[in-house]
């Protein structure tokens, strides 16, 4: 149990991490092309959904929703571990 504990988290910490990167630079893309500005709250909504979306695919999790998924993320940061 204690191994698939960290394996989640090590993959947690690597989608947030390419997530955030993938985010911005699409945020950026649409700056640039389309002189789009997107707010802080709506990128970090985006990558909320990315990690969630991936870690979903990646663990074959069913049993969530996306959108119940990022909550759990929202759970986490607010645990201050």
Known sequence: MESRFRNLEKNLWEATLFATLWSLWLARND???N???LGTEVV???IKAR???WIKAKF???VYTVK???VFLDGIRMLKL
Request: hydrophobic letters at 45%; aromatic letters at 16%.
């Open 31 to 33: 700056y640039v092309f």
């Open 35 to 37: 002189n789009a500005t």
């Open 44 to 46: 970090g909504e985006q």
């Open 51 to 53: 990690v969630a979306m």
């Open 60 to 62: 074959n999790i069913k």
């Open 68 to 70: 119940e998924f990022k």
